[in-house]
């Protein structure tokens, strides 16, 4: 009979040689062990922790310029290497030719499940196929374009709200020269009304409903614990022991809440629209509700259950996303006031065809090119969602555009990768890289996208919008961007018109979590913000 020490011994025997082993066949076929790794990778995390830990997307955009587009991490807790992958040629590959053998991995999606539940962003093949067929239609031009006067509405509101806060703050101080905000508490108010009224016809009161105050506070919590060293190692312990995530350990458990709490009025949304069942609108909506009952009208029990998942994810990634990019273009804009001003300027002169002068869908896409300009930039620099990461179903060879060269000088033009090879896609670092933006890559100058030969060859760019990647590209190519893009310029220009944003002397930096945050530089303990001094133009 084997003692306690030479029990243990086997165990340790065994799991030795199962990591070893696993790393022997992860690199059999596969060139992703004969790239370019960075510099002193720690014996525990790899270089993973200083990729999450290195602000501003530098880990990748750094290595980028010096390794190439195509680089070598060590994995943390002994996972075997990992692909971090810019290479335009590549990132189409897998993500316009063969979106379903590259897949979100089994560590993400039950995360996803957590917080949005199993909709169309935790879908992958066919099920992925089916529910886009079906919520597409709901983000043509034609129907974006007919959100307008709800989109109006909240940036309305939105500014009626800050005006008083500003008002009251100014006179709190008997100083007519502005209020200092935090934008991170303002911005998210008008997207999560234009999401509410859009989608589900639901009105969150520009941030005053219980509900609006729930569902910030719940995003602001994960968001922070995202921060902090916790929200680093737990997808990583869930990677090595996927069993983990049933486990009641805070850092995952919370992202639980966020749904409950969405699913919550989701059923009472839906619950509200049955009873409008004989409702003319209701039958011919296009929203995305009416899609949803239509698409499964009496869902129940497990179907109701997928239908509000589907509510949830619209609600979220509906309008944090675009609030995140609001607010570095405001951020951005407060720093160059000269860049405000010319801005202003174009929206102020501009006469539009909508009431008022409003200008119409067609105009703000094609009349003011300097707040398109900005728009771009603003996105290219600050990307909501700055990196994401696929899992190769497959063997398979990735093309490069820009070959890469291994350590013993060996050029590579193309890249085995194993089934199971986890690729890490830096999409700030592909907006953000000097290869090929060039040597201002890391600068605000949306005079980038008016000037003759401002923008990189397309050859060098990935296919998404604008060339950017802040959207992604292909089949799973964000499906709201001409509704963010749309709501993004109506609540500039409603901003603009009637505030100026000035800049507080903080510098930003940003980290990821979730989305690309921001803190104050040596303030990271004050929470998330971007400080602005607001002063209203109408006073
Ligand atoms: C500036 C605003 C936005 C940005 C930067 C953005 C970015 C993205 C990105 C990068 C993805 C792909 C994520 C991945 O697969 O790794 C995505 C997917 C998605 N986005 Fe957006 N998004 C924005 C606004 C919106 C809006 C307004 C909606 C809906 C109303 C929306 C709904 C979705 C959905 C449902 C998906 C999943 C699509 C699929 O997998 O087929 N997003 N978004």
Same mark, same amino acid.
């Given at each position: 009979?084997a003692?306690s020490?030479?029990?243990?011994?086997?165990i !340790?025997?065994?799991?030795?040689?199962?990591v070893?082993?696993k790393?022997w066949?992860?690199?059999?076929?596969?060139d992703?062990?004969?790239?370019?790794?960075?510099?002193?990778?720690?014996?525990?995390?790899?270089?993973?922790?200083?990729?999450?830990?290195?602000?501003?997307?530098?880990?990748?955009?750094?290595?980028?310029?010096?390794?190439?587009?195509?680089?070598?991490?060590k994995?943390?807790?002994?996972?075997?290497d990992?692909?971090?992958?810019t290479?335009?040629? !590549?990132?189409?590959h897998?993500?316009?030719?063969?979106?379903?053998?590259y897949?979100?991995?089994?560590i993400?999606?039950?995360l996803?499940?957590?917080?949005?539940?199993?909709?169309?962003?935790?879908?992958?093949?066919?099920?992925?196929?089916?529910?886009?067929?079906?919520?597409?239609?709901?983000?043509?031009?034609?129907?974006?374009k007919a959100?307008?006067?709800?989109?109006?509405?909240?940036?309305?509101k939105?500014?009626?709200v800050?005006?008083?806060?500003?008002?009251?703050?100014?006179?709190?101080?008997?100083?007519?020269?502005?209020?200092?905000?935090?934008?991170?508490?303002?911005?998210?108010?008008?997207?999560?009304?234009?999401i509410?009224?859009?989608?589900?016809?639901?009105?969150?009161?520009?941030?005053?409903?219980e509900?609006?105050k729930a569902?910030?506070?719940?995003?602001?919590?994960?968001?922070?614990?995202g921060m902090?060293?916790?929200?680093?190692?737990?997808?990583l312990?869930?990677?090595?022991?996927?069993?983990?995530?049933d486990?009641?350990?805070?850092?995952?458990?919370?992202?639980?809440?966020?749904?409950?709490?969405?699913?919550?009025?989701?059923?009472?949304?839906?619950?509200?629209?049955?009873?409008?069942?004989?409702?003319?609108?209701?039958?011919?909506?296009?929203?995305?509700?009416?899609?949803?009952?239509?698409?499964?009208?009496n869902?129940?029990?497990?179907?109701?259950?997928?239908?509000?998942?589907?509510?949830?994810?619209?609600?979220?990634?509906?309008?944090?996303?675009?609030?995140n990019?609001l607010?570095?273009?405001?951020?951005?804009?407060?720093r160059?006031p000269?860049?405000?001003?010319?801005?202003?300027k174009?929206?102020?002169?501009?006469?539009?065809s909508?009431?008022?002068?409003e200008?119409?869908?067609?105009?703000?896409?094609?009349?003011?090119p300097y707040?398109?300009a900005?728009?771009?930039?603003?996105?290219?620099m600050?990307p909501p969602?700055?990196?994401t990461?696929?899992?190769?179903?497959?063997?398979?060879?990735?093309?490069?555009?820009?070959?890469?060269?291994?350590?013993?000088?060996e050029?590579?033009?193309?890249?085995?990768?194993?089934?199971?090879q986890?690729?890490?896609?830096p999409?700030?670092?592909?907006?953000?890289?000097?290869t090929?933006?060039?040597?201002d890559?890391?600068?605000?100058?949306?005079?980038?996208?008016?000037?003759?030969?401002?923008?990189?060859?397309p050859?060098?760019?990935?296919?998404?919008?604008?060339g950017?990647?802040?959207?992604?590209?292909?089949?799973?190519?964000?499906?709201?961007?001409?509704?963010?893009?749309?709501e993004y310029?109506?609540?500039?220009?409603?901003?603009?018109?009637?505030?100026?944003?000035k800049?507080?002397? !903080?510098?930003?930096?940003?980290?990821?979590?979730?989305?690309?945050?921001?803190?104050?530089?040596g303030?990271?303990?004050?929470?998330?913000?971007?400080?602005?001094?607001v002063?209203?133009?109408?006073?």
């Amino acid at each position: 009979m084997a003692t306690s020490s030479e029990t243990k011994l086997l165990i !340790a025997t065994a799991v030795v040689a199962y990591v070893v082993g696993k790393r022997w066949w992860a690199k059999r076929g596969s060139d992703v062990g004969r790239l370019k790794k960075p510099a002193g990778a720690h014996w525990l995390w790899g270089h993973e922790y200083e990729a999450w830990d290195t602000l501003d997307g530098q880990f990748y955009i750094k290595n980028i310029d010096e390794l190439g587009q195509a680089f070598g991490m060590k994995g943390g807790l002994f996972h075997s290497d990992i692909l971090a992958l810019t290479d335009p040629a !590549a990132i189409s590959h897998m993500f316009t030719k063969h979106p379903y053998e590259y897949t979100k991995s089994q560590i993400i999606r039950p995360l996803i499940d957590r917080l949005l539940g199993k909709s169309l962003v935790w879908a992958e093949g066919d099920q992925h196929k089916r529910q886009r067929q079906v919520l597409a239609p709901v983000f043509t031009n034609e129907n974006v374009k007919a959100m307008d006067n709800e989109i109006h509405r909240a940036a309305d509101k939105l500014v009626e709200v800050l005006r008083e806060h500003v008002l009251s703050q100014q006179a709190e101080k008997g100083d007519g020269g502005g209020a200092r905000v935090n934008i991170l508490d303002w911005s998210g108010r008008a997207t999560l009304d234009v999401i509410g009224a859009v989608g589900f016809g639901h009105d969150f009161q520009c941030g005053t409903s219980e509900e609006a105050k729930a569902i910030t506070r719940s995003w602001r919590e994960l968001i922070l614990m995202g921060m902090e060293f916790p929200g680093f190692v737990a997808p990583l312990v869930i990677r090595a022991f996927p069993i983990i995530t049933d486990l009641p350990v805070e850092a995952i458990q919370a992202q639980g809440e966020i749904k409950t709490i969405v699913k919550r009025i989701a059923k009472q949304l839906v619950e509200e629209r049955r009873a409008m069942q004989n409702d003319e609108g209701m039958k011919s909506g296009k929203d995305l509700m009416s899609t949803l009952l239509k698409w499964n009208q009496n869902a129940e029990g497990e179907d109701l259950d997928q239908l509000l998942d589907h509510i949830c994810t619209f609600v979220m990634v509906g309008h944090e996303t675009i609030s995140n990019a609001l607010n570095f273009a405001l951020y951005e804009l407060a720093r160059n006031p000269e860049m405000q001003d010319k801005l202003r300027k174009e929206m102020t002169e501009f006469v539009g065809s909508g009431p008022g002068g409003e200008p119409t869908y067609e105009e703000y896409q094609s009349q003011l090119p300097y707040l398109d300009a900005v728009c771009k930039e603003g996105l290219r620099m600050y990307p909501p969602a700055s990196h994401t990461e696929r899992i190769a179903l497959a063997d398979d060879v990735l093309p490069l555009r820009f070959p890469v060269t291994t350590p013993s000088g060996e050029q590579l033009s193309s890249i085995r990768v194993k089934r199971g090879q986890l690729i890490n896609v830096p999409t700030i670092a592909i907006n953000r890289s000097h290869t090929v933006w060039g040597p201002d890559a890391e600068v605000f100058r949306p005079e980038r996208w008016l000037d003759a030969g401002g923008l990189p060859a397309p050859t060098s760019l990935t296919q998404g919008w604008s060339g950017i990647f802040s959207f992604l590209e292909g089949p799973r190519i964000c499906i709201g961007f001409r509704l963010a893009l749309f709501e993004y310029k109506v609540i500039m220009t409603t901003l603009l018109k009637n505030f100026e944003f000035k800049d507080t002397g !903080a510098v930003l930096k940003t980290q990821f979590s979730s989305n690309l945050q921001p803190f104050v530089e040596g303030r990271k303990q004050d929470g998330i913000q971007i400080p602005l001094i607001v002063k209203d133009l109408h006073q």
